[in-house]
């Protein structure tokens, strides 16, 4: 595993813009973190071409679950009107929150061969390996929701209201997993060797199945319905439901008639606990 380089005038030893009028400084600081992010976005994707069997398993397993749920399992308890238009956007949102484990395992792989420790004594952005590794899983999970809702377009899933809505509702969908990214690289620093990530991986799990993405709350016992309204995934499930213009098995709750509002607030909330819990852990790894 190795990085590229580049000398740069007026940059050594971690400087970022050298002498100058604040905002010229200023100016120069946000120019390396992006050069330097989008040099770590391109070590990602350089081992998405060196290991590109990885990548199609990422996309195909989310496609094995819809089938799966589609054919076999069945889903959409409780829904007045088509269960796959029910089930594909539910099935959306669960993708979202699945599949973290690659970048889990990337960042302590990274840490466990000592690649941080060599990326923290260049003169480079702190930051800029997580943000590297957060652009290119959200490059990935774009193409996984590109590819499920090509499959549940096929099998009979249809959007009905326009494609402005229909990317406001791929918009949430993305900000879902850009919170959950943030949650599964705090997780991955904090167990610290990739063994350890299937353990961790695990917490996902409920978040994902208690929720309204296989039947609605109100086909559920009343404790348990209302427990599941306000799981962040099932804000976004019903959100997304209701600019595609699909069946939601809305309750009448608070929650359910505010699901545009509490797909917004549920992620911007998790990105503003997780992202500076990440950013300072990664700070305090050893050098």
């Known amino acids: 595993m190795s990085a590229t380089t580049t000398a740069v005038p007026g940059r050594s030893g971690g400087g970022r813009g050298g002498p100058g009028p604040d905002g010229a400084g200023a100016s120069s600081r946000i120019g390396w973190a992006l050069a330097d992010s989008w040099t770590m976005t391109r070590r990602e994707l350089a081992h998405w071409a060196r ?120 918009g949430l969908l993305l900000l879902l997993r850009f919170a959950m990214l943030w949650v599964g690289i705090l997780l991955a620093m904090v167990a610290g060797r990739p063994e350890m990530v299937s353990a961790v991986q695990i917490l996902v799990w409920p978040v994902g199945f208690l929720s309204n993405v296989f039947a609605t709350p109100g086909s559920m016992p009343g404790w348990l319905g209302a427990s599941v309204e306000w799981n962040p995934m099932s804000a976004t499930a019903t959100a997304v439901r209701e600019l595609f213009g699909n069946p939601g098995g809305a309750t009448g709750s608070w929650a359910a008639e505010h699901a545009q ?18 950013v300072g852990k990664f700070a305090r790894l050893s050098r």
């Open 261 to 278: 509002l509490l797909a917004v607030l549920w992620p911007v909330a998790i990105i503003a606990v997780f992202f500076p819990l990440a």
């Open 51 to 170: 290991q590109p069997v990885q990548v199609l398993v990422g996309l195909v397993f989310p496609v094995m679950l819809l089938l799966m749920f589609t054919y076999l399992v069945g889903g959409g308890r409780g829904v007045d009107g088509d269960p796959t238009e029910f089930l594909v956007p539910g099935m959306l949102a669960l993708t979202m929150a699945f599949g973290l484990e690659s970048t889990m395992l990337a960042v302590t792989q990274d840490l466990g061969k000592g690649v941080i420790d060599r990326f923290r004594s260049m003169p480079m952005v702190p930051g800029a390996v997580l943000v590297g590794r957060s652009t290119a899983d959200m490059l990935q999970s774009t193409a996984a929701l590109a590819v499920m809702a090509g499959v549940g377009y096929a099998v009979g899933w249809r959007w009905h209201n326009g494609a402005a809505a229909a990317l406001g509702a791929m």
